[in-house]
């Protein structure tokens, strides 16, 4: 089955400076992958999404690109705010299996 | 958008007792519904995925005869912890894949068994 790694486990960032956070996969079937961010005790919120067929993807401070031929993706977060402190997963499907595979999580900081 | 209304939100149970959660696809039919569940700062993993009318498949390591899960119509899914135990206190949420829009979450069930 699919195994997604992400890292860094933990990131802390100036307020204002950039945060990236990676992730590789290991089914080459996988063609949807998308960006949670969890806080404390709530569900995850889908905050950005790729589909295989595109190499980049973004949205106003948020970016997302992929590398199908090395099976990883990464999530940008551009001029980071406090509010941007949480849990970050990512997570690959293969749309037709539907099985949502998650990464272990990258909490960041944003530090005022 | 498509919603998934998750119950009870929290629950505190004895151990040995069972735990009924549901999930409801408000506006739309999961036909799918998947159950995952998240121990304190731990990845979302996924315990097994419900069909309706049909029996649950279950993840590797997952007891089936402990996790019963029912999916019964297209509106309703439902996880039910028997004779629960202090190691089963985690948080399970539901999730539901939504055609063209990506998957939709319960709100999650924080789970704590005395």
């Known amino acids: 089955g699919e195994n997604v790694e992400q890292h860094p486990s933990t990131l802390s960032v100036q307020e204002g400076d950039s945060a990236v956070i990676k992730c590789t996969y290991s089914d080459s079937a996988s063609n949807y992958f998308p960006w949670y961010k969890q806080e404390l005790g709530k569900r995850p919120q889908l905050i950005i999404d790729i589909r295989s067929n595109v190499g980049e993807k973004k949205d106003q401070r948020i970016a997302v690109t992929l590398n199908k031929t090395a099976k990883h993706f990464s999530l940008h977060i551009t001029e980071t705010q406090p509010e941007d402190s949480a849990v970050y997963f990512c997570?690959?499907?293969?749309?037709?299996?539907?099985?949502?595979?998650f990464g272990t999580g990258t909490r960041l900081t944003i530090i005022p | 958008g498509a919603v998934v209304s998750q119950h009870p939100s929290r629950v505190i149970c004895k151990s040995g007792t069972s735990v009924k959660i549901e999930c409801r696809s408000l506006d739309f039919q999961a036909t799918t519904m998947f159950w995952y569940r998240q121990f304190p700062k731990q990845s979302l993993m996924l315990m097994a995925t419900s069909n309706e009318g049909s029996k649950a498949t279950y993840e590797q390591g997952v007891e089936k005869d402990k996790f019963l899960i029912n999916h019964a119509s297209l509106t309703l899914s439902t996880l039910t912890v028997t004779s629960a135990h202090p190691e089963d206190s985690s948080f399970y949420i539901c999730?539901?894949?939504?055609?063209?829009?990506?998957?939709?979450f319960g709100s999650g069930t924080r789970l704590t068994v005395v």
């Open positions: 999730s539901a894949s939504v055609p063209t829009a990506g998957y939709t």
């Open positions: 997570a690959a499907t293969a749309f037709g299996n539907e099985k949502l595979t």
